[in-house]
């Protein structure tokens, strides 16, 4: 099936989404690149959560109608790898390094301070939507450990006291403190 | 090599021969996060604003140089003069730079260009009254330095020197001339031979012989044959095969096609971990240029073989790093080992055989090509030749990533280029090879470091990570650290692994929390060993190391968590 469509792949009408989202067109993209074989999904996942940010049901739905991969070993490959998440993440996002040479240099402490100051477990977002937390295995900036990536930018050799200031700040420059400052002593 | 390479290649040889000034900023990973884009930036721009001919100066962005925790590095090359390297460098300090090392500004130029444009001369303000300033000194970083001098650079051998972007700088640094030579003057036969001959054994951790693997690809028949590059760099606390990527991805590229060509393959793809974007777009870059250019395609730098390369994004699994399992991510599948045999050069991709060698392992090839079997096996001991890169981390005062000879001692590793363990604390446990590997105890760091010798001190030389922990790390804590990891990361596919992995931890909890009973270190041993032998793939049999050599060199810290 997907080697009928591949062949016939650029005579086919150029649709969007029925729900209008243009965004869509970027895993039809990515789907046409690879002429729709079943062993562009892990590629096609990534495109997605790239555009979206995170995948949802109706999008591993969409996926899996389009490659003509069964729903279930979508999820099953979606689950399988750390990267993809099914969730949103917060406005803000702090990732916090926890391979070794991280964890020798005092990475449990950053994580700790963090889930205490603005009480959210790892892996979770703040109940307003504002703070994502979350660890990684190693983002091989090992010589300048720890390191802590926030919003995109990474930072080295950070202490935890700092860290906490810096987000504090962040949260207060936008007004946001209200909600995450309640549940601080 | 064709005439269109030559001509480029000859081309920036001789651009570059002209430069009176070469300013080559550290790009890599870890200086980006130490600040190196704002480096970079006000030394571009600075001599932009000074408005210096081409063969002034030029700034040259390069991949790493080793010192990763002195990033961001600036070294600067100027005809005649020795050279300069530079540690923490911010936009202040690099104003320096440039008024040092740079001739006064060009400003009868600068005042007759059109524009009279306030950002460049205020600038130019700067960098003058950077004149007057010291301090830069303190910066800089001899060459002569143990962390250097003891280091003998193959796969990293240019390392600082070039710009991982630029294809006609690889080429003006002898790049494709390796593959140049086996494509016109060997037979893919003489390839392997030359390989085995030099020992050179695979890099990514189980230390198979390079030139075997590839000889058992090449005596398979099959209409097609594919090329693995095996970047899914897992191991906490291990960046070699990231850096080498990031610093010159032609030199993989090239690694990769002269394994293409020993063994037969039309197709190859690299695999990167999704956590490397710098290194997934340079490999891209180098893959695209390189088609550009002729070298990749249908007809490889003009002659009759056809090759093309692409790069697939790991999703963050560790258990990918084992072959079996990155063929099922590359195939778009839960990335799942299998049983072996059938190897893949048996079967591998789609059920075709296939070479999947380890970053470092492609990066040692040109050099082995080009300088031969018997130079790369004169160095190192005698069942492991060659060099080692590792990431050398943790407490120590200069962490980086090195490359030192095979049979090095460990000793010399820490207290030399490491420089020691800073402040109070003592050196405790070196730890190498990550989650499969173990902790090395200060009595045997005389240990000349090979695969053999790693091997019977219970750890493995595996990818390379090196990870110095001090008198502070609590040992019993570090093996659950190591565990969590690996119950983590445990595909869940064979019991042993799945199961053994959990129970290994809770006991682990168990003696941490204080609840430690009689026999229970005997169990632990007991399940490690369960756990090790029956284990499908390398993660399981190699999950209960971190326990097991910490038992081994640090059981008094385990029974003092029992009670008396």
Partial sequence: MAKKQSSNGKSRPKRTHPSGDERYTVIDRTMKRF???????????????????????????????????????????ATFYHLFTFEPLGKHNCIICTGTACHVKGSAEIVSALSQRFDVKVGSTTDDGLFS????????????????????????????????????????????????GEASP | MNEKLTALREKEIARQAEVECRIFCCTSTACLSSGSSETLNVLESGVKAQNYQHHEAEVVQIGCMGLCSKGPLVRVETKGKPEDIYGSIDGELALQILAKHLPRSNQSKGESAKEQDDKPAQLREKIAAARKKRGLIRNAINPDLPFYAKQTKIVLSESGLLNPESLPDYLAHDGYTALDKVLNE??????????????????????????????????????IKYVIVNGDEGDPGAYMDRTIMEYNPHRVLEGMMIAAYAIGAS?????????????????????????????????????????????????????????????????GKRGMPRMRPPYPSQSGLWSKPTVINNVETLASIPPIIQRGADWFASIGTEKSKGTKVFALTGQLTNAGLIEVPMGISLREIVYDIGGDVPGDAEFKAAQTGGPSGGCIPASHLDTPVDYENLNELGSIMGSGGLVITDSTTSMPEFARFFMDFCVDESCGKCVPCRVGTVQIRALLDKLLEGRGEAGDLERLEEICRVVSTTSLCGLGQSAPNPVLSTLRFFREEYEALLPS
């Fill in chain 1, 35 to 77: 002429k729709y074989e079943k062993d562009a999904l892990v590629e096609v996942l990534h495109a997605t959560q790239e555009t979206f940010g995170f995948l949802s049901e109706d999008l591993l739905i969409y996926i899996s109608s389009n490659l003509r991969v069964p729903l279930s070993q979508v999820y099953g490959v």
């Fill in chain 1, 133 to 180: 937390l979350s660890t990684a295995r190693c983002l091989g900036s090992c010589g300048i450990a720890p390191v802590v990536v926030l919003d995109g930018g990474i930072l080295g050799k950070v202490m935890a006291e700092a860290m906490v200031k810096t987000i504090d700040e962040i949260l207060l420059e936008e007004g946001e403190i209200q909600s995450t």
């Fill in chain 2, 186 to 223: 060997m037979t893919p036969e003489q390839v392997c031979n030359e390989i085995l001959a030099s020992g050179l054994r695979g890099r990514g951790g189980a230390g198979f012989p390079t030139g075997q693997k590839w000889h058992f690809a090449r005596n398979e028949v099959s209409d």
């Fill in chain 2, 267 to 331: 197709a190859g793809f690299a695999y990167i971990r999704g956590e490397y974007p710098i290194a997934v777009d340079r490999m891209r870059r180098a893959i695209r240029d390189a088609r550009r250019q002729g070298i990749l395609g249908k007809s490889v730098m003009g002659t009759e073989m056809s090759f093309n390369a692409d790069v697939r994004i790991g999703a963050g699994a560790f258990v990918c790093g084992e072959e079996t399992a990155l063929i099922q991510s590359i195939e």
